[in-house]
Every structure is written in structure tokens, then in C-alpha cells.
């Protein structure tokens, strides 16, 4: 082979390799982008805390909205508390040596009754405190009727928040 056509072939050896590794990025870029669009399909909407959900609002609303909902999930808190304690309960009696079935069912039915009643309070107050609100101001907190779990914040680099684990099983 001539110098002439080894150059050719060093060149088109080069723009080749060039090619793959270009649409090798291409393809890894897509890919995430499709699966974080796949995976923003798939969760709730709310995917910031509440406070910065308030945040957005007009100073003066921002602050009755705040004590408002302050003020409704202090109440709901003992519901939430009972739900946790018939959990524990429910757990203990599981591993225990005396294990009992229906009392099992019936402490689960209990927090699942008394997780209700926090929720429906904490529902209703919500609801309340959107009906005293403008329409703009009523979309931007419509998020917080969405049911999802806490959200952790986390500031580590580009990751994103991320939602704590249910605290159910207490």
C-alpha cells in the first residue's frame, strides 16, 4: 500500500471510531432522559416539600396557610401516633410465642382506621384552606392533596429529591 492510501484509511479509521463513540454518548444521554421522563410519568406530582409548596405563595396568604395546616396536622397528630402504636403492637404480637390472628387483624384494622381519620382531617382542612384561596394561588398548594409520602431533600451534587420510605410499619 501506497503512503497516500494508508493516510486515507488512518483518516477514515479515525472518523469511524469518531462515529461509534458519538452515537455511543448519544445513546447513553437518551437513554437516561427517556427513563427520568418515563420515571416523572409515573410519580405523583409532588415531588418538593410542602414548605416549599407554600413558598410560592403571596407573603400574606403564605403565612395563614402555614398556620392553618400547622394547626390541622397538630390535630391529626394523635391519629397518626395511634396508627404507629397499634403498628408496633401489631409487630410485637406477631413475634411473640402467643400469637393471635384475629387480635393481629384487629390492631391492623385499628391503624388503618385511625391513619384514615388523620388523613380525612388533614383532607378536609386542606380543602377548607383552598376554598379561602385565589384560583392561582389554589393551584400552585393543589399539589398538596396528592397522596405521597414525606419528601427528603437531600443537596448531594445533581441528585434530585427523593421520597422518604413509608413509615407505616412502625
Same mark, same amino acid.
Do not use: C, M, N
Given at each position: 500500500m501506497s503512503p497516500r492510501t494508508l493516510k486515507i484509511a488512518l483518516a477514515a479509521s479515525v472518523a469511524l471510531n469518531l462515529f461509534a463513540v458519538a452515537a455511543g454518548a448519544t445513546l447513553l444521554v437518551g437513554r437516561a432522559d427517556v427513563e427520568r421522563r418515563i420515571e416523572a410519568q409515573h410519580r405523583a406530582p409532588r415531588d418538593r416539600s410542602f414548605m416549599t409548596v407554600v413558598e410560592g405563595l403571596d407573603p400574606a396568604v403564605r403565612e395563614n396557610v402555614r398556620e392553618t395546616l400547622r394547626a390541622s396536622a397538630r390535630a391529626a397528630r394523635p391519629d397518626f401516633e395511634e396508627t404507629r402504636l397499634k403498628r408496633r403492637q401489631a409487630t410485637a404480637?406477631? =413475634?411473640s410465642g402467643d400469637f393471635d390472628p384475629e387480635r393481629v387483624s384487629a390492631l391492623l384494622?385499628?391503624?388503618r382506621a385511625a391513619e384514615l381519620r388523620g388523613r380525612a382531617r388533614l383532607e378536609a382542612d386542606a380543602v377548607a384552606v383552598l376554598a379561602t384561596l385565589e384560583?392561582?394561588?389554589?393551584?400552585?398548594?393543589s399539589e398538596i392533596l396528592t397522596? =405521597?409520602?414525606r419528601v427528603v431533600v437531600r443537596n448531594k451534587g445533581d441528585r434530585k429529591a427523593r421520597e422518604a420510605p413509608p413509615r407505616a410499619a412502625e
Open positions: 404480637l406477631v =413475634r384494622e385499628e391503624s384560583p392561582d394561588d389554589r393551584a400552585a398548594l397522596r =405521597r409520602g
